[in-house]
């Protein structure tokens, strides 16, 4: 492994599989509940909390952002059922209000604040910069135990190992109960799981997901990582613990094939340039959706007649 | 923020170019928020949010296309038609997606939405790459920008965004009918499959016309806030079409010419939270479902409540206690300051009664009536029952009280 390899790629494939497998984990969740849209909202509201954060707390550090993100997204969901019924409209157009009228409010702010300055700028929370996250002071896999290199390695990467471990430790805990309150509510109070607090924390626990891959890949393609691996896991099993098996493997080679493609794939057409790596990323997912739909063993609902 | 700037554009004198922009941004804000309330009342609103992110390869392919013929990569009119031919993939893959797999159209939305817009960063940044790449200015298309905008594409928009409202018009009964009863309108003999492709069309050719203004990452909720918010202020699906788009084309209007007036401000964040102030000023103060309109109803009542059992109390000899009731009362000029009913109160207090009582009588006389569930504690029986039921209601309570 070369000390360029480690220096410019190393750490931006890293947290591209982190990101990914970090986001794929919750979204089985999401799809199986049909919630699939209320991460689409969490995602966009990232930017107004982070930005608020920014301007609350005068630096980007780790927790402001988390704090942020969660406040963002439980206002969101709030405000979202306040509008569905007070307006008496479908969740969906609640959500189209509430999430562009968040992200909007944000952009605008951070146009108008010193935050853009500093570390964030608005393209780049749309569409993440994976690209930047080099680690200069490394010169081979040996720098993993060098403390003078491990100082200046990217922070986004010991945040998303941190996150991953919380995610992974949530999901093992409370299995039971998230499967449970997601398949049948009813049966889930009758044996005396507190089903709206699973949602609670489940809408949490993406929001922190989402905050942590936000640096790596922005607002909008994050949400290709939260529902494409999942989505086309559950096109290959009827089983959920295999599901998410699946949906971590397909998170992993998306991320995998996705930053390669993206470091190398121009070069196989002459150009020395990369093209974004996150764009990528989300590309090879959906690749890996559609190839699921079309020849997915379990692609179709149960009981449908063959040739439908 | 320059408020010279922002008067003349708001009073359409800060140039002709300019003028032709905010007219074009108002044409465009009602075909939106029209399109858009069909889309809600088919309960569709954030499929056109796929479709306004997939357009983005299509602005790159369509610049990279344009650029290798030797064209102008910015011609306005040529990415439009890019973006179009992506939004329809786009479309038709959500489709797709539900109708050959078991996942649910949210999944859809969110898988297509997201990897298009992913697959368009990736064509972006290869066209900044590319040696011909004077890319400056796709990226205007991700959160729109009218600054600089040239008038042969001011003119486009106008012209294309009041061609959708005159489409609109044309579609709007089967539209209605659809978005009300499905299943009344195909057995009606409409071809419902159809009539969504076309609404869906149509909002899709409307998010392209608003690229360039609001961007492809916001333009969504331009279909979507000015719809919700003329759902306060009727229960008719044709007025909420007209204040809708009335309500969108304000939100463009003001929208632009705000943005206009600040520095750095890019347009479809200012349309957007214009649009939200409007939502908020509607969901306030809208005549019949308004914010404020329901908590002065609900006073109202509470108001009647507390008076009826207050004159019922005091037509029992009971003292009222309850600080409210006693306000309403006195209020009224039914009690005097220190709680001794005045005249009119003791008449109003027997006639409570008396109410009361005749309901009882009538409780007792015809029990199955459905009339009794008229009954609230409020409703006077006078304006329920005739004045001859009446008159044998009395006759029996008059022989129940002279009996011993």
Not at chain 2, 139 to 159: D, H, K, N, P
Not at chain 2, 176 to 203: E, K, Q, T, W
Not at chain 2, 371 to 392: H, S
């Amino acid at each position: 492994m070369s000390a360029e390899f480690v220096q410019l790629s190393l750490v931006p494939l890293l947290v591209g599989i982190l990101a990914a497998v970090t986001c794929a984990i919750p979204g089985n969740f999401l799809i199986l509940r049909r919630q699939a849209l209320l991460g689409d909202a969490i995602s966009h509201v990232v930017l107004p909390g982070i930005v608020v954060a920014f301007l609350v707390t005068g630096q980007v550090t780790t927790w402001a952002m988390l704090i942020g993100a969660t406040v963002a997204a439980v206002t969101a969901v709030l405000l979202i059922e306040a509008v569905r019924r007070l307006g008496r409209v479908d969740s969906g157009a609640a959500m189209g209000v509430v999430f562009t009228t968040m992200f909007a409010a944000g952009v605008i702010i951070l146009e108008q604040s010193s935050a853009r300055s500093v570390h964030l700028d608005v393209e780049h929370a749309l569409y993440g910069n994976l690209e930047s996250l080099v680690w200069l002071a490394a010169d081979g896999l040996h720098a993993f135990a060098d403390p003078a290199a491990l100082a200046d390695l990217p922070p986004a990467l010991p945040r998303l190992l941190a996150v991953l471990a919380v995610v992974v430790a949530f999901h093992v805990i409370f299995w039971r109960a998230l499967v449970v309150a997601t398949f049948d509510e009813g049966f889930a109070r009758m044996v005396g799981v507190p089903v709206r607090a699973t949602s609670a924390a489940l809408i949490v626990l993406v929001a922190v997901a989402a905050v942590a891959a936000f640096e790596a890949v922005g607002a909008i393609i994050v949400l290709a990582i939260f529902i494409c691996p999942p989505a086309a896991a559950r096109l290959m099993t009827d089983d959920l613990k295999r599901q998410v098996a699946w949906s971590v493997l397909f998170a992993m080679l998306a991320s995998v094939i996705g930053f390669f493609l993206a470091a190398e794939g121009p070069a196989i057409f002459g150009s020395e340039n990369a093209v974004s790596a996150a764009g990528m990323i989300a590309t090879v997912s959906g690749l890996i959706l559609g190839a699921a739909v079309l020849f997915g063993p379990r692609r179709q609902r149960a009981g449908t007649p063959s040739g439908v | 923020m320059s408020w010279d700037v922002l008067f003349a554009a708001l009073t359409l004198t800060a140039g002709y170019n300019a003028a032709v922009v905010a007219v074009g941004a108002a044409l465009l804000g009602a075909s939106a928020a029209g399109i858009g309330t069909f889309v809600l009342l088919r309960k569709r609103a954030l499929v056109s949010d796929a479709v306004s992110h997939a357009t983005l390869p299509g602005i790159g392919l369509a610049f990279i296309v344009m650029t290798a013929f030797g064209g102008d990569g910015r011609s306005l009119a040529g990415l439009m038609a890019g973006a179009a031919v992506t939004a329809a993939l786009g479309l038709l893959a959500v489709d797709a997606i539900t109708r050959r797999s078991r996942l649910s159209e949210d999944a859809a939305i969110g898988a297509v939405l997201s990897v298009f817009f992913g697959a368009g960063i990736v064509l972006l940044t290869i066209i900044q790459t590319m040696s011909a790449g004077r890319q400056a200015g796709l990226s205007s298309f991700l959160l729109g920008s009218t600054a600089g905008m040239l008038f042969s594409e001011a003119v486009l928009i106008t012209v294309a965004s009041a061609a959708g409202v005159v489409a609109l018009y044309a579609l709007r009964r089967p539209m209605i009918l659809v978005g009300f009863d499905p299943s009344y309108a195909a057995a009606a003999g409409y071809n419902v499959r159809r009539i969504d492709l076309a609404m869906l069309l149509l909002a899709l050719v409307i998010t392209v016309i608003g690229l360039k203004v609001v961007g492809l990452v916001l333009i969504v909720a331009l279909m979507i806030i000015p719809p919700v918010a003329a759902r306060f202020w009727t229960d008719r699906a044709d007025r909420m079409v007209l204040i809708a788009a009335g309500l969108g084309a304000l939100a463009g209007f003001v929208g632009t010419a705000v943005s206009a007036s600040a520095h750095q401000l890019p347009t479809g964040p200012v349309v957007v939270v214009t649009a939200f102030v409007l939502f908020c000023l509607s969901l306030l103060a809208a005549p019949q479902r308004g914010l404020l309109a329901s908590t002065l109803r609900f006073r109202a009542f509470e108001a009647r409540v507390h008076e009826r059992q207050g004159l019922l109390a005091i037509a029992r000899g009971e003292a009222v206690y309850d600080r409210f009731t006693l306000a309403v009362l006195r209020r009224r000029g039914l009690v005097r300051p220190d709680g001794v009913p005045t005249l009119i109160g003791r008449g109003a207090a027997a006639a409570a009664l008396r109410d009361e009582a005749r309901w009882e009588a009538y409780r007792r006389l015809e029990p199955g009536s459905p009339l009794l569930g008229r009954y609230d504690g409020l409703t006077p029986i006078e304006t329920i029952l005739a004045a001859d039921q009446i008159a044998e209601l009395d006759r029996r309570l008059a022989l129940r009280v002279a009996a011993p």
